[in-house]
């Protein structure tokens, strides 16, 4: 049964850091994209983050404007692991973070966010003084 578990949310006050990790048990994610999304309350859940395959993709990523140059992700195959480094938070970026991944390796990293299939559960993350 493929399962994602997101985890390292908290409540961080704005410029701290957090690191969101999303662990796969039940297949291996090294084939597959893997994307970082958020819903904020009253909002519609938007793609943050993702990184394709190292295997078939070279490992690209991207990331949405309103992150760039603070968050990063990363994968580590090795351990199952997808992550996402989140540096000089602001308050806008309070929001259940989820992964996905797809089920298809066809699929790859983009700013379209498209050929997700398996989703965790998200882990809150709230910035705030």
């Known amino acids: 049964q493929v399962q994602l578990v997101e985890s390292g949310g908290g409540l961080v006050q704005p410029g701290g850091s957090l690191r969101l990790s999303c662990a796969a048990s039940g297949f291996s994610m090294e084939d597959y994209v893997v994307g970082w999304f958020r819903q904020a309350p009253g909002k519609e859940r938007e793609g943050v983050s993702c990184i394709s395959s190292s295997v078939n993709s070279n490992g690209r990523s991207f990331h949405i404007d309103s992150v760039k140059g603070r968050f990063t992700i990363s994968r580590d195959d090795a351990k199952n692991m997808v992550y996402l480094q989140m540096n000089s938070l602001k308050a806008e970026d309070t929001a259940t973070y989820f992964c996905?991944?797809?089920?298809?390796?066809?699929?790859?990293?983009?700013?379209?966010?498209?050929?997700?299939?398996?989703w965790g559960q998200g882990t809150q993350v709230t910035v705030s003084s």
């Open positions: 996905a991944t797809s089920g298809s390796p066809y699929y790859y990293c983009s700013r379209f966010f498209t050929g997700y299939d398996y």
